[in-house]
């Protein structure tokens, strides 16, 4: 016993400085998770677009490791699937409808995964389109900032069931320790928000944003939302995420952006 973990621990601190194709990471599946449309685009771009209706995508990314499988984001609840014109939603953060067209769990179902397989998840952050089917996965370990987890719900509800295996993140976090799968902190857009750095061995570096941005004309400009928790601190997240781009050559791809999201290879299809 004592060897292993010896000879694991000298295999991530190895690993950890090797290029991309040395990483233990070798599939990546992205799931159909739902779609947001919102009647004024200019809640997420203040003065630009005022009026004009948007639509989002929304993905959740499944990897596959030999440690085990990780589950990045939930999407929306399977539950809106079972209305096909979609679900009306009004809150602070403004008018929307939320659709489903398949759910997580028949898009696992079809590549032969089960819910109980998935050894580790994360969620970007704690909004309904991340944290929907948090709960299909009852025994799996989810990452998470404290300051999310911490961050009081309305009227106080927790964010998370308290029952659900948890590890409570303060920084950066290295998911199997050998640098394939990186959580990242990215506060801003809520008060624990984070992305994720995958290293896969054909494909490269990829960072996943969360809602660092939601679509690339915001990247590209750096405008922040009207109903993000911290500016500043969304502006810094977007400039660290810009180094990582940069200093990984990595693809930066946008969870909410639809055009882009059209545009990539979705389950059973899958990135190596
Ligand atoms: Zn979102």
Sequence with gaps: ????????ALCAATLGSLPASAAGLDKLYIFDCGGLSAPDQSRWSPGVNVGVPIELSDNCYLLHHPQGWFLWETGLADAIAASPEGVKVENANGKFVLKRTKTLAAQLDQIGVKPADIKAMAVSHTHPDHIGNV???PQTMLYVQKAEYEWPGTLGVPRFNPNHPVTKLEGDHDVFGDGSIVIISTPGHTPG?????????????VVLSGDAVHFKDNWDNRRVPVFNTSKEQTLASMERIAEIVKKENAQFWINHDKTQSEAQKKSPKFYE
């Design 193 to 205: 928000h984070q992305s994720l750095l995958v290293r896969l061995p054909k494909t490269g570096a």
């Design 135 to 137: 709960e299909l996965f």
């Design 1 to 8: 016993m004592r060897f292993t973990f010896l000879a694991v």
